[in-house]
């Protein structure tokens, strides 16, 4: 299983980006995906998740309002819409997959990076202020 993330860059606060990652070597539509991000000296944490079919997605209470996650089973892609970026929105942005096919859609079960497999390689967001 391979994930390529793309889409970082530098923006101003305020400003906007989107993530995307795209997915090779799985059945795509069977697995959810995530998104997580980790910043200098901190641990990785969860942002965004959204299940095998999109009809569910899960946000850290952060980013609520402001980022939306969705998918293309037809193109195996999933992104990351990130609108009103702060300054703390920088990290380095990591998708990932749920290591279970169909697997259940419990808050504290995708929000677990445990629950992941497979991790692309990040892309840098830097938001400045």
């Known amino acids: 299983v391979q994930l390529q993330a793309s889409g970082g860059g530098l923006v101003q606060a305020g400003g906007s980006l989107r993530l995307s990652c795209a997915a090779s070597g799985r059945t795509f539509s069977s697995y959810g995906m995530g998104w997580f991000r980790q910043a200098p000296g901190k641990e990785r944490e969860f942002v965004a998740a959204i299940n095998w079919s999109g009809g569910s997605t899960y946000y850290t209470d952060s980013v609520k309002g402001r980022f939306t996650m969705s998918r293309d089973n037809a193109k195996n892609t999933v992104y990351l819409q990130m609108n009103t970026l702060k300054p703390e929105d920088t990290a380095i942005y990591y998708c990932?997959?749920?290591?279970?096919?169909?697997?259940?859609?419990?808050?504290?079960?995708?929000?677990?990076?445990?629950?992941?497999?497979?991790w692309g390689q990040g892309t840098q967001v830097t938001v400045s202020s």
């Open positions: 990932a997959t749920d290591r279970l096919s169909y697997g259940s859609s419990g808050y504290q079960r995708i929000r677990n990076p445990r629950e992941y497999d497979y």
